[in-house]
């Protein structure tokens, strides 16, 4: 079966994508249907990675909830960004980052946005 998601052909007996963790119990087949997977997708997904924990640990030091679901590029822009900016505005932008850290990181491990990689 190939997943609606990502395209990535799976097992037919296998419930979740093993590149996204898509629920593809309900996937079309590849005998029952004309679907292909997209050619240009590149995208991925932290898969098997917990919202909250992301959350909390961007919170703590900014960027780190990014490394933890993978997207380290991601993660350690954010963290030289926030410290270099914090430098410049004694804190205040640093606040900024380390919100948008903490919101971007739970929505990369809950699958709303994917990996920057």
Same mark, same amino acid.
């Given at each position: 079966? @190939? ?10 007996? &296998? ?13 079309l ?13 590149? *995208? ?5 990675? *917990?919202?909250? &924990? ?7 030091? %900014? ?16 963290? %030289?960004?926030?410290?270099i ?15 948008? *850290?903490?919101?971007?990181? @739970?929505? &990369? ?9």
């Amino acid at each position: 079966m @190939y997943c609606q998601s990502c395209g990535v052909y799976n097992q037919a007996q &296998v419930l979740y994508c093993v590149k996204c963790g898509t629920n593809i119990s309900g996937a079309l087949s590849t005998e029952t249907s004309n679907y292909r997977p997209p050619t240009n997708s590149k *995208s991925q997904y932290a898969y098997g990675k *917990s919202p909250a &924990v992301a959350m909390i640990l961007s919170l703590l030091i %900014v960027g780190v909830g990014q490394l933890y679901n993978g997207d380290n590029k991601k993660g350690a822009y954010m963290l %030289v960004g926030a410290v270099i900016s914090g430098i410049i505005s004694f804190g205040f932008l640093w606040f900024i980052i380390a919100i948008w *850290s903490a919101v971007d990181a @739970y929505q &990369v491990a809950n699958k709303d946005k994917p990996l920057w990689n």
